[in-house]
């Protein structure tokens, strides 16, 4: 694991207060990361983001070996959670920028829910609010959050999860199954015009 420095700030901590919803996303109350993660998890708000670059190649990241839940798995271009009193667009352009150092406009696609154990250790009770961007800055990732990262198209991206699903986190295989399915996301995994 890297140590925390300028280059790599710390940017969560399991103290960090997650906003507690109901299942109609209603701010309900708040909770520790650690405690929404306890047991079999608080659900509580969340986002998830999808980047591709000019080819239509979707940004991957392996999660941090220091992470409680699903340590060195590959997730999805980036995933966290909304500040008490943060808008949703807020949260979603800080976190890009403190985990990959990167800034694009990003276009909402849906909104899901659901709950996922891990070994034991605790859980994700999430519900996620999921957007799509393209993004032709380098990736200058955080190494307190990302243990690597890499582009695949998405083609290659089905073939894995189908080879090797336990390599992959849950909620990217859920997105990235409800994205391939549904023709109205699907425009999102095409590349720009000239890309």
């Known amino acids: 694991m890297a140590d925390a420095s300028p280059r790599h700030p710390t940017v969560s901590s399991e103290a960090e207060q997650l906003i507690l919803v109901d299942a109609d996303d209603r701010a309900v109350g708040h909770a520790s990361k650690a405690a929404a993660h306890d047991g079999c998890g608080q659900r509580h708000r969340a986002f998830s983001l999808f980047i591709f670059n000019g080819y239509g190649e979707l940004l991957l990241q392996q999660r941090s070996r220091s992470k409680r839940l699903w340590p060195g798995y590959w997730a999805n271009s980036c995933c966290s959670h909304p500040h008490q009193g943060e808008s949703m667009e807020q949260a979603t352009e800080r976190r890009l920028q403190q985990e990959l150092g990167m800034r694009c406009p990003l276009r909402y696609l849906f909104k899901f829910e ?82």
């Not at 955080?142 to 991206?157: D, G, K, M, Q």
């Not at 295989?173 to 590349?191: G, N, V």
């Open 114 to 195: 659901y709950q996922a154990d891990y070994r034991g250790l605790g859980a994700e009770h999430e519900l996620c609010w999921v957007y799509a961007g393209t993004c032709t800055q380098p990736v200058r990732a955080n190494a307190t959050e990302v243990e690597a990262w890499r582009f695949v198209a998405p083609a290659a991206l089905d073939r894995e999860i189908a080879r090797y699903p336990e390599h992959f986190t849950p909620w990217l295989k859920l997105e990235w199954a409800q994205l391939r399915r549904d023709p109205a996301l699907s425009a999102c995994l095409s590349p720009p015009a000239g890309g």
